[in-house]
């Protein structure tokens, strides 16, 4: 069975662009959360989605959006990047809301 | 002061040794999570529990509600076990989706 993966593993933008992260699930999950990893602040918690709806969000900026589709990939956009931004998003698929987590290998994004 | 905090930061252990990285959470919790993340970034699930103790191979993870302390150990130390051990906490109730984490023990093992 295929893992987690994440789409472009790497990206460098400049600020004020805006960039979008994707997130396919392990086949059969059908919840995606998204998680920012930062040398200062460690992870993050970003969003949860379940079933095409947004259960949960973290404490993040209205800059920070994503949405998941009807086959469960899920997608994060950010906007109006700033230096700040500049971290490793990962994503994790579980079968349900609650269940073992597993990991996609990360997008290291770098804001100039 | 953090929700969850790990103890120790940094850890230096020679091959062989028992190993015990510990997780203190100051929140009510569904269940704890035990992480595991090489150099690279690649993040592995390596516990999820809720109560009692499990086990795989070398490693065994304990909690304790009332306490609300969660133990990793490691037995019988490898090289390759040299990693970040991150805690992560998941939320009870109406914000179970989220999962909080401690900020890590890394963990060198020398041969």
């Known amino acids: 069975k295929a893992g987690v993966t994440q789409t472009p593993r790497y990206l460098i933008k400049t600020r004020g662009q805006q960039v979008t992260l994707s997130c396919s699930p392990i086949s059969g999950h059908r919840s995606v959360s998204w998680y920012q990893q930062t040398p200062g602040q460690g992870l993050q918690f970003l969003f949860e989605?379940?079933?095409?709806?947004?259960?949960n969000k973290g404490n993040f900026p209205g800059r920070f959006s994503g949405r998941q589709f009807s086959n469960s990939r899920s997608e994060m956009n950010v906007s109006t990047l700033e230096l700040g931004d500049s971290a490793l998003y990962l994503c994790?698929?579980?079968?349900?809301?609650?269940?073992?987590?597993?990991f996609g290998p990360g997008t290291r994004l770098t804001v100039l | 002061k953090n929700e969850v905090e790990q103890s120790p930061q940094n850890l230096t252990a020679q091959e062989g040794e028992f190993i015990t990285i510990n997780c203190s959470y100051s929140?009510?919790?569904?269940?704890l999570h035990w992480l595991q993340q090489h150099p690279g970034g690649g993040i592995v699930s390596l516990f999820m529990?809720?109560?009692g103790k499990k086990k795989h191979g070398r490693l065994i993870a304990t909690i304790n509600i009332q306490e609300k302390h969660s133990s990793l150990h490691i037995t019988a130390s490898h090289p390759r076990d040299s990693a970040v051990y991150i805690c992560a906490v998941r939320l009870e109730g109406g914000s179970q989706g989220n999962l909080i984490f401690g900020k890590g023990t890394k963990l060198s093992v020398k041969p």
């Open positions: 989605y379940f079933s095409e709806t947004q259960r």
């Open positions: 529990l809720s109560s």
């Open positions: 994790a698929s579980s079968r349900d809301r609650y269940g073992e987590q597993f």
């Open positions: 929140v009510g919790i569904s269940a």
